[in-house]
């Protein structure tokens, strides 16, 4: 068969940018000698905690923030509660708010603060000095108190009969709570658990996962932030606050 020019420059061609190809391998091996394809196109060098997101994995920052919001809309709670006491106390259900209490004592107090923060934050970063390190006291002080709250909102709310003359001074116990609480729970957020990050290695940080999942498992038996979240709406759908529309702000009058 004969060949013409254009089928002739165009096997050229094709061998030139195979010849082209043959060179680039050889100083791309020449370069990298122990990897078979260099670095700039390998898909397995992401960071551990990366490929670990990826995944689905919760890492234990995360962990203490979403317990947060657990406990954030216990406090939503408090504050509806609050409100009503002072307006018609006769309407509220005072099982539900011994059951936000309990909630309360399990979740926050008996694990998140005691078994994860003051096991293992607030120590690392009282140790690691700076901004963060005066933190820890207060928020342990804080802890205790919120300890006596507690203890005062499941007395008051085991009673069969509530005894309305004493509305106020539930509405004010549970109003200082939430004030204190929600002041805490920000500055961890945004300071103390950031910090205590700071402290921890990858390696450190992913065992620091693998802990937390361990003790939750061996507090609860289960999933228990999961069981939290199903508590905590149970409790609101009781009280009418399932429906998040509800607390839209109204337009402001201009």
């Keep these: 068969m004969k060949t013409n020019r254009r089928d002739l420059s165009a096997r050229r061609t094709v061998d030139l940018l195979a010849c082209i190809g043959n060179i680039s391998a050889g100083l791309i091996l020449s370069v990298y000698p122990n990897a078979n394809r260099p670095r700039f196109i390998e898909r397995h060098t992401l960071p551990q905690q990366e490929q670990e997101l990826k ?4 890492t234990a920052l995360e962990d203490l923030m979403r317990e947060h919001g657990v406990l ?50 607030f120590p690392a970063v009282k140790k690691a000095g700076g901004q963060a390190a005066s933190y820890p006291d207060i928020l342990i002080a804080q802890h205790k108190r919120e300890r006596e709250i507690t203890d005062y909102i499941l007395n008051v709310t085991q009673r069969a009969k509530f005894d309305t003359d004493n ?30 990050k700071q402290t921890l290695t990858a390696e450190q940080l992913d065992q620091m996962n693998e802990k937390f999942e361990e003790i939750e498992h061996q507090q609860f038996d289960e999933d228990g932030f999961e069981n939290a979240v199903r508590q905590i709406s149970n409790i609101e759908t009781e009280l009418g606050l399932a429906d998040l529309a509800q607390f839209t702000a109204p337009p402001t009058a201009i």
């Design 55 to 58: 995944n689905g994995e919760v």
């Design 72 to 121: 954030r809309r216990a406090l939503l709670v408090y504050s509806e509660v609050a409100a009503k006491l002072r307006s018609n106390p006769s309407v509220l259900v005072f099982d539900t708010i011994h059951k936000t209490a309990q909630l309360f004592r399990a979740f926050s107090e008996d694990y998140h603060e005691k078994k994860l923060e003051e096991k293992y934050i």
């Design 167 to 196: 509305a106020e001074s539930l509405a004010m116990v549970l109003d200082s709570l939430v004030r204190m609480y929600r002041a805490h729970a920000a500055r961890e957020d945004t300071i103390v658990f950031p910090a205590w």
